[in-house]
């Protein structure tokens, strides 16, 4: 199931497939966003990062389906070279590759868990994934924009 639709980083409006190549803002500044991870893009994005992908994934682990593993995924646009955010949420990692020059750069942020769905007092599946988001935006919250854009423009080479 693909639950994912473009978004423009830059006007903040979602942008129906079929309009894509007609919408009025530049093509690197549109994402493949669930819809539920806008509120991070938005956030990275208003830092100076660019995030090209942000989807959150739930993979059952078991016939029973009480088991799964959930996976909250956002690809960067490969301009960050430090840990620009600092220490990430408990959880939460930095995902670096080489690019061509062999220098290393930031490919994603990624939050990986196995859940267990015990069905306890309004506890659902979409509500431990909304809980995980909302706890990500909060930790992007207490960063500073203009401090992040400046390590991100002495670092850059």
């Known amino acids: 199931m693909i639950k994912s639709t473009l978004y423009c980083l830059e006007c903040r409006e979602y942008v129906p497939l079929h309009l ?8 690197d500044k549109i994402a493949a966003v669930d819809k539920e991870m806008t509120g ?3 956030r990275l994005y208003d830092m100076g990062i660019t995030p090209t992908c942000a989807v959150w994934t739930a993979t059952k682990q078991s016939d029973d389906e009480i088991e799964y593993l959930l996976t909250v995924q956002i690809e960067i646009e490969s301009q960050v070279c430090q ?18 020059s062999d220098k290393i750069k930031l490919n994603s942020i990624a939050y990986e868990e196995i ?5 306890f007092d309004g506890e659902s599946l979409q509500g431990r994934i909304n809980e995980l988001i909302k706890d990500f935006e909060g930790f992007l919250d207490t960063r500073d924009c203009d401090a992040v854009q400046a390590l991100m423009l002495l670092s850059y080479w």
Do not use: Q
Request: aromatic share 18%.
């Open 20 to 27: 894509r190549d007609n919408h009025p803002c530049p093509s």
């Open 40 to 42: 991070i893009v938005d």
């Open 83 to 100: 840990p620009v955010l600092g220490d990430l949420p408990t959880g939460w990692e930095y995902h670096w590759e080489k690019d061509a």
């Open 115 to 119: 859940w267990y769905d015990f069905g």
